[in-house]
């Protein structure tokens, strides 16, 4: 078992910008993270996908450019650093863990329980 947790969500104006964490109970340095919103009424969707290494398998069409996912398995942690926010970008946004596969989905095995970003002037 994994538990995660992610912080850092908050109320941004557009064009700010926001440094999401997700962290893990234990090691995750065998783990591959994503990082998925879900924006009211809306579906889940994918944000970014990154390996153990740190090899990005996934990019959003709608985060290239402004998102940048990384970690630092020293530190049991996972991050989403966003730039030039946008309503569009209001969403709850989750971090999910698999350690048998590099691929992210849907079906992750390991989910925390999100934190909320509302982009509004």
């Known amino acids: 078992q994994l538990a995660l947790v992610e912080s850092g969500g908050d109320l941004v104006q557009p064009g700010g910008s926001l440094r999401l964490s997700c962290v893990a109970s234990?090691?995750?340095?065998?783990?591959?993270i994503g990082w998925f919103r879900q924006a009211p009424g809306k579906e889940r969707e994918m944000v970014s996908c990154?390996?153990?290494?740190?090899?990005?398998?996934h990019q959003a069409e709608s985060a290239k450019g402004r998102f940048t996912t990384y970690r630092e398995n020293d530190k049991k942690t996972a991050y989403l650093q966003m730039n030039n926010l946008n309503v569009e970008d209001t969403a709850v946004y989750y971090c999910?863990?698999?350690?048998?596969?590099?691929?992210?989905?849907?079906?992750?095995?390991?989910w925390g329980k999100g934190t909320s970003v509302t982009v509004s002037s």
């Open positions: 999910a863990a698999d350690g048998q596969s590099t691929e992210c989905s849907a079906g992750m095995p390991y």
């Open positions: 234990g090691p995750m340095k065998y783990v591959t």
């Open positions: 990154i390996t153990a290494r740190g090899r990005i398998t």
